[in-house]
């Protein structure tokens, strides 16, 4: 269950808990792999990336283990006020966890390094130097889980997995499929082992500590993107601007779609409302599971090229605004 309010202290006799910070390039595949651990959706998905916008607690449990994991954004090189504030709250994740992850996409590296790569493997590459510069000034090393190795040739990953582990930052290395979970089990058996002795955080039950509203908003946008990556850039946000719980049990929810250019509206309404019907309907669905209650959600598009200067946006997401 999600909750809007972190649980308390958990008093157990022989119980450990503790953070674990996912860093990595964008579309490395860290939600995926938060998703894959905790074993429900707490972090969107989507073929774009930079999907993940804040900081989201996903809680797992290993025996009497139990191991809080921060899905930060992507790290990357920040141009815009968004990015800084992603940047810098992906790295404030890290600063404060008992472990990090840092998951590569393996064959990016593999690409760039037999000089086939795209233009985005180029950027994937960069952004991994970018953190492993970053690393060298933490007094800890990180645990490096080379992520998508499916189908990979086997020397090709040893060679990739030796180059970035000399680089001095990394105290183990996990060769993993958060897709298929390929190597994910003994991953977690690790992290499980590094938690300091110390009660429960969240309920054992509990699978994410994101407020519903926020939750609601995330779901929205993953449903965006997931019908109009083609045609929309990371030109749109989702605000839930009311989250009303109803006598008869159900939630009324109103949320706005923030385009940046009137141009945009058209693509996310489509033909006489068809996409934006969809989005709503999509999201709905997935609404009422997650919270096992009907939902009423109410979509509305407004075009707002400032969207990304909006105060009450990064507050929504716990991000810093003056950065």
């Known amino acids: 269950m999600t909750s809007d309010t972190p649980g308390t202290d958990i008093p157990l006799a022989g119980t450990r808990a503790g953070f674990v910070a996912v860093i990595g390039a964008p579309n490395a595949g860290k939600s995926t792999l938060v998703n894959r651990l905790t074993g429900s959706k707490v972090s969107i998905v989507t073929q774009k990336v930079q999907t993940t916008r804040f900081p989201v607690r996903g809680i797992v449990m290993d025996g009497q283990t139990q191991m809080v994991l921060v899905d930060t954004p ?6 815009r006020r968004l990015d800084r504030a992603m940047v810098a709250s ?46 060298k000034g933490r007094d800890s090393k990180a645990i490096l889980a080379l992520n998508k190795i499916d189908g990979l040739k086997r020397e090709s990953m040893l060679k990739v997995m030796t180059e970035l582990f000399n680089t001095g930052v990394y105290s183990d290395v996990f060769l993993i499929s958060a897709a298929t979970g390929d190597g994910v ?22 699978t994410a500590d994101l407020p519903l509203r926020v939750l609601a908003a995330e779901i929205t946008r993953e449903k965006v993107f997931l019908r109009v990556h083609e045609e929309l850039p990371y030109s749109a946000a989702v605000e839930t601007t009311a ?41 709905r669905e997935e609404l009422t599971l997650l919270m096992d209650r009907p939902v009423h959600l109410f979509l509305t598009v407004k075009v707002d090229p400032k969207w990304q200067d909006s105060r009450a946006l990064y507050a929504q997401f716990g991000l810093t605004f003056d950065i």
């Open 74 to 79: 992507g790290i990357f090189n920040p141009r």
């Open 90 to 135: 992906a790295w404030e994740g890290a600063e404060e966890a008992d472990a990090v992850v840092h998951l590569v996409d393996t064959s990016a590296q593999m690409a760039i390094g037999e000089g086939k790569g795209s233009p985005a493997d180029r950027r994937s590459v960069e952004d991994v130097e970018t953190i492993i510069q970053a690393l």
């Open 185 to 206: 089990l003994d991953l977690k058996a690790h992290l499980s082992g590094l938690m300091p002795e110390s009660p429960w955080l969240y309920p054992e039950d509990q």
């Open 243 to 283: 989250f009303e719980e109803r006598d008869d049990g159900s939630v009324r929810i109103e949320q706005t779609i923030y385009v940046e250019r009137e141009s945009q509206r058209p693509i996310v309404l489509g033909r006489s409302g068809q996409t934006l019907k969809w989005i709503g309907q999509k999201s």
